[in-house]
């Protein structure tokens, strides 16, 4: 039998009941998985890289130099550096590397320091070796100026790139920088870093270490530079060669006025001591202003090339650097600098060479640029000297029992076919022989050479020094020979000083390593020609400017001197004294083709002139020699009777 179906009563059955879940309890359960599974692999990552990194450190570092073995006395291979001043301590000149000597911070200066600090690493004695905010810092600054603005190297790490990296700029040498810098800060004490930065960084003109930089730009140790100086020799650490003072005064001067304000807001010194550095309440110094007395222009290099070839010689073998005393003045320097630019040479050059009476070159100008040609015309070229070798045709004739009286016959001659003549076409007949001089007649200084001998003439220009090559022809008499303006310069210091040797000198002293290798002997010259022939040329030459042939040299007081012209207008020179001081001028053309009809009583006269016309050339006094008679002044009757006939003459 079939069972009847259940009856339905209209309502629902009701499920049945399951288990629910509340989603504030899944909540903790999905976060913990996730943050399991973020932590896990950030630790799989981090251990990776990890081990990357050191893997890639331990690459860089496996070729990198030990810094164990980094003394603070080794040095880099360089050349022995040579350093020029003159005669008051300022500056001429510097070649090769100069290193000066090893000071250690604690020899320093606090404002040195500080100064270096201040611009360069301001947290240098806190962070490590690199300055993670310093490298933030920049990176920031960098991104705002669109550029790169600033750096964030540390001076462990500076110290490092100069040590033993190259200045290239990779990702490589940066890794590189960075390990190194580590390690240097592991093996080394803050101060002994920093000790070893200031004595190796380069400071610009080829010096290594405060030490040289402030020798070579202020005369004085690093233990004695001021504030001002300090924040100078700071500042070079940015670009040493753009803004040492040899390269432009006035940028040195406006980056230190920068290191001073960054020692003020880094809270080394107060502002008003900043502008009181900086000479901003000085009266009289202007922006370019150094505290140092410099030898300035490039005039100058002529002296400093000259002396380096002579003091280089004393070098010895221990590679120390030379410090080489001159006997340049640079105010006489700059006198002569002046007067060559203030004249017109029209387009020929020109060479200046002021000497004392012992030698000494007090004041040497090469040619009009130094930039446009090294070559020194005052030392090298050797050159016709025209009528200005005459007072050494007449020495021997001085020396034979002439004087400024003797009668000379000023008439036609002519020696093996050649016949010379006077400037002005005409003859005097009898004169004397200061008129000759005088009046540069070219018959009576053949006539007088042909008398006395040629030969005679030679062994006086070698007695006065002159050791260039000389051939006997009878145009020697008209200075048809050739010499330098510096041997000539010296011939005449003889006739000046009363007849003693003369050698052309440089170098007063010479000292490499702190010892003295080389110190001018003041042994007394010898004599070489008499005091009265010495004596009665004086008279002669000062007959030439005083109403002769050189009367555009005439100063206000007593001088000497004479002119001369070679053929052609190829040469034109001026030779003269006054008292302590002789003084040369030559004009002419490097490829001997004459000039634009320039004569050495015009143009070489007024550069003479205008050189001696000043109270420091009259400063130079004469040295007072008891063996030496007073010349006589006097002027031959002529000259009262035709003046006329003074304006025909030249040379």
């Known amino acids: ?118 611009i360069e690493d301001r947290r240098f004695f806190e962070h490590p070796g690199v300055d993670v905010r310093g490298v933030l810092r920049a990176a920031v600054a960098n991104l705002r100026a669109g550029g790169v603005v600033q750096g964030g190297s540390t001076l462990t790490q500076q110290l490092a790139k100069n040590l033993f990296l190259t200045p290239e700029r990779s990702f490589d040498r940066k890794i590189s920088e960075l390990i190194l810098a580590l390690k240097l800060e592991r093996r080394f004490e803050k101060n002994e870093l920093l000790t070893i930065y200031l004595n190796r960084v380069y400071l610009g003109a080829g010096t290594y270490g405060v030490e040289a930089a402030a020798q070579r730009y202020f005369g004085t140790s690093a233990r004695n530079v001021d504030i001002y100086q300090a924040a100078v020799l700071a500042g070079l650490l940015r670009a040493p060669s753009r803004l040492n003072p040899d390269n432009s005064e006035a940028a040195a001067h406006r ?95 020109v060479a200046l060479v002021a000497m004392r009476t012992d030698g000494a070159v007090l004041a040497m100008v090469g040619g009009r640029h130094y930039s446009e040609s090294q070559f020194n015309r005052v030392t090298r070229a050797l050159r016709q000297p025209g009528s200005a070798f005459k007072p050494i045709v007449y020495l021997p004739a001085l020396e034979s029992g002439m004087t400024p009286d003797s009668p000379v016959l000023d008439a036609p001659i002519t020696v093996d076919g050649w016949t010379p003549k006077n400037y002005s076409g005409g003859f005097r007949g009898e004169v004397t022989l200061r008129e000759a001089v005088a009046r540069s007649l070219n018959t009576v200084a053949v006539r007088v050479s042909e008398d006395i001998g040629r030969g005679r003439v030679i062994q006086s220009a070698r007695r006065l020094g002159i050791t260039s090559p000389l051939t006997p022809h009878p145009s020697i008499a008209l200075g048809a020979g050739e010499v330098t303006p510096l041997e000539l310069t010296a011939a005449y210091a003889v006739f000046a000083n009363g007849g003693f040797a003369v050698a052309p000198y440089g170098i007063s002293e010479v000292r490499q390593g702190g010892e003295v290798v080389f110190r001018r002997s003041t042994r007394a010259p010898r004599r070489v020609i008499e005091a009265e022939a010495a004596a009665h040329t004086t008279e002669m030459l000062r007959a030439v400017v005083e109403w002769g042939t050189g009367r555009k040299a005439k100063i206000d007081r007593p001088a000497a001197g004479k002119s001369g012209t070679s053929q052609d207008f190829r040469d034109a020179w001026f030779v003269g004294y006054a ?29 003479w002139k205008d050189f001696m016309s000043t109270p420091l050339a009259a400063s130079v006094a004469a040295p007072v020699r008891p063996d030496t008679p007073a010349p006589k002044a006097t002027r031959p009757a002529r000259e009262r009777l035709d003046p006329t006939f003074i304006e025909q003459q030249t040379d």
């Open 255 to 349: 980056r230190a006025q920068t290191v001073l304000q960054a020692m003020v807001d880094a809270g080394f010194i107060r502002s008003g001591d900043a502008e009181k550095a900086a000479g901003t309440q000085r009266p009289g110094r202007g922006d370019a202003a150094l505290p140092r007395p410099r030898v300035t222009g490039e005039a100058r290099r002529y002296f400093a090339d000259w002396v380096l070839e002579r003091a280089a010689g004393y070098a010895g073998t221990t590679g120390a650097d030379l410090a080489v005393e001159t006997t340049l003045d640079p105010e006489l320097q700059a006198r002569a600098q002046a007067a060559i630019k203030r004249a017109d040479t029209k387009g020929s050059q």
């Open 579 to 607: 008292g302590d001081l002789v003084v040369t001028v030559w004009v002419g053309n490097d490829n001997n083709t004459p000039t634009k009809r320039i004569t050495g009583s015009s143009i070489p006269a007024t550069i």
């Open 1 to 118: 039998m079939s069972k009847s179906p259940k009856k339905k009563t209209g309502k629902p059955a009701k499920p049945s009941p399951k288990k629910r879940t509340s989603r504030v309890d899944t909540q903790p359960e999905v976060r913990s998985s996730l943050l399991w599974r973020v932590t896990k692999w950030s630790l799989v990552l981090g251990i990776w890289g990890g081990i990357a990194l050191a893997g890639v450190l331990t690459w860089y570092a496996w070729n990198l130099p030990a810094v164990d073995a980094l003394g603070p006395t080794a040095d880099k291979a360089r050349r022995p550096g040579v350093t020029i001043v003159a005669v008051d301590g300022s500056l001429v000149g510097g070649y090769g590397d100069l290193y000066g000597a090893r000071l250690t911070v604690n020899e320093l200066p606090p404002q040195l320091v500080q100064a270096v600090v201040a």
